[in-house]
């Protein structure tokens, strides 16, 4: 029980000190990770055109699975 206490109060010392640099950062570079609405569109566009490239895909592959299992 020792040794778990003393990995908490290190785990929590360090994710302390990690959001505090994290902090002094956002104080020094307010503007950093700004995202444009525009990547945003287009980052929604890419990943629906992949979902839907990849559902197309699936339903040739089912609906023609028994004229592929030949080959």
């Known amino acids: 029980m020792k040794y ?3 990995r908490s109060y290190r785990a929590v ?3 302390t000190e990690r959001l ?3 902090l002094a950062e ?3 570079r307010p503007d950093r ?3 444009s ?3 945003v569109i287009i980052w929604v566009a890419v990943v ?3 979902v839907l490239i990849a559902g197309t895909i699936a339903i040739v592959i ?3 699975n028994t004229s592929l299992s030949g080959i």
Do not use: P, S, W
């Open 4 to 6: 778990l206490a003393v």
């Open 26 to 28: 956002l104080n020094r």
């Open 13 to 15: 010392r360090l994710l």
């Open 62 to 64: 089912n609906k023609y």
């Open 20 to 22: 505090e640099e994290g």
């Open 48 to 50: 629906g055109g992949a």
């Open 33 to 35: 990770g700004d995202i």
């Open 37 to 39: 609405i525009t990547t």
